[in-house]
C-alpha cells in the first residue's frame, strides 16, 4: 500500500502543477517546439524563426522561451491573453522585431526570476507596418517578472519597444539600448515660415517657449489685437502681448517648446516649431507607446543616441509610482502628450539636446489663433512623491521639466532640475499648484560631477545631487517635504552657494 501511494502521489502532484501550454527552446539556426495544448493554435516554424496563432480568448496562452540565435524570432498573434516566459533566453533578429506582437488582449512578458534574458534587433526595415523595435505590440503590454530583460537595437530605424496601446512594467530589471540611425529625416513646416508673410521682427520677446508679439497690429485680422502693456506677463501661461498689438506675420514662428506630432501611420518626429525642424522616420526611441507608459516597480535604464531620439515616450502620459528609472536620451527623457506624473519612484532624466521631461497636454497650450482658449487646462506634470531630477544639459530655451504653459503641480517629493529655461523664466508652478514649498534659483551654478547639497538652517543636509556635467547658469527648480513657508535653506555646490528665505509656497531666487 505504501509503495502505491510513493506511485501515486507523483502523478497527482503533475496533475495540478501547470505545464507551459508551448516552450520554445533557441538553437543556433533552428527552434525546437514542444505543443501541449494543440486545439486552436497553430504553430509554424522555419529555421529558428517561430510563428504562433491562437484563437483562444477565455484561455491565456503560456509560452516559455528558452536558448540561443542569432537570427531567430517570435510572432504571435492571439486572439485572447498570453503570458511569454523569458527563461534564459537570447535572441537576437537580423530583421524585424525578436518579439512581435499581434495582440488582441493583453500580453505578459515575464523575465523568470534570477535569469538573465537578451532580446536584440540589428535590422528594421518595416517602414510600412512601423514594427521596427525589439519588441512591438499591437495591444497592451506587461513587462514583469524578477529576472533581467536586456533590449537592444542596434539597426537604423529600430526603437525598443514600442506599443499602439499601454505598457506596464513591474519588479523587472530592465535595461533599454538603441544606437542605430533614423531611417530618414524631412523638414517639417516650411522652414523660413509661412509664405507671402513678412518676418517677424528680430526683437520679439521669447518667454516660457512662445515669442512675444512687438507692436505694430496685424492687418488682414482688422489690426490685431489692441496693445497691452510692455510689462505684460503670464508666467508658466501664455505670455503677453507687447504694447501695440500684434504684427505682421511671418518669418517662421520660434520653438513652440518641443511639441511631438503624430501621423496617421504612425510616425513620430519632433515638431518644436515651424522653422528649422525636422520629423525623424522611425527615430530610435527608447520606449514608444500610443497609449500610457506606467512603471510601478522595478529597475528601469534607457539610453537613446541618436536625434529625435527620446528615452520614454507615451503619447496619453507617463506614471511612475515606484521603483528605479534611469533614462539618458539625445532628446525628451520623458515625453507625454498627456499629465506626467510621480507617485512615488526615483527618477532620474536626463537629455543631452533637449528638455528632461515634456509635457504637451492637448488642453494645456494656449492657441491665440483659432484655438478653444475657454476649454479646462490640463496639468502638465505632476509630483506626489519620490525623487525627480530632471535634467537638460544643452541650456536655454531647453528645460528640466517643460510643461508648455500648463500647470505645474508639486505635492511632494524632493526635486531638483537643472536646464535653461526661456530667458531664465522655465515652466513653474504657481502658489496654488505649488502644495508643497518649491524654490525656483534663477542662476544656479552646476559643477560636474560636484555634489550639491540642500540643507535647512541648522545645518542638517536634506538632499544630495551629483549632476555629470556643468551649467554656468541654471534656472533650476528645488523641491523637498522638509521645505516650510519661512523657513531658511541654503544650495551649495562647488562654486556657487545660496542662502534663501521661502516666503510664499513658490518662491523666485536670484
Known sequence: MKKMLLWVLPLMISSVCHAEDITIHYNGSKAKVTQTIKDSVKVTVKGANVNIESQYKDHKLTLLLTGKSNDGQLVLKTAGKAKVKLDGLNLTSQEGAPIELKNKKKVEIVAVKGTKNTLTVTACKDTANHKGAVIWAKDKLLLSGKGTLNVIATGDGCRGIKTKKD?????????????????GEK???MGGGFPGMPGMPNDSIMRNGFPGFPGGGMPNFGGGFPGMPNDSTMRNRFPGFPGGG????GGGFPGFGNREE???????GGMGGFAGKHKYVASTKGIASKGKITINSGKVTVRTSTAG???????????FN???????????????????????????ARSKGNDAVDSNPKNGFFMPFGGNNNQEQDTAIIIRDGAVYAWSQVG??????????????VEGGKIFSVGGGMGEMPSVPTNATAKQPTVLLIGAQVAKDEPITISDEKGTVLDTVTVPFSMKRS?????????????????????????FTITENFTTVR
Open 246 to 249: 500684434m504684427p505682421n506675420f
Open 262 to 268: 503624430n501621423d496617421e501611420d504612425g510616425e513620430e
Open 167 to 183: 505598457i506596464t512594467i513591474e519588479e523587472l530589471t530592465l535595461n533599454i539600448t538603441t544606437s542605430g540611425d533614423n531611417l
Open 475 to 499: 534656472a533650476s527648480l528645488v523641491s523637498s517635504p522638509a521645505f516650510k513657508v519661512g523657513g531658511t535653506y541654503t544650495v551649495k555646490t562647488k562654486g556657487y552657494e545660496k542662502t
Open 322 to 348: 515606484g521603483g528605479d528609472v534611469d533614462v539618458l536620451s539625445t532628446d525628451d527623457a520623458i515625453n507625454a502628450n498627456a499629465c506626467i506624473e510621480f507617485n512615488g519612484a526615483h527618477v532620474i
Open 396 to 409: 536655454s530655451p531647453e528645460e528640466g521639466l517643460d510643461c508648455d504653459f500648463a500647470a505645474l503641480v
Open 187 to 189: 523638414p517639417f513646416g
Open 309 to 319: 531620439a527620446e528615452g520614454i515616450e507615451g503619447k496619453e502620459g507617463v506614471v
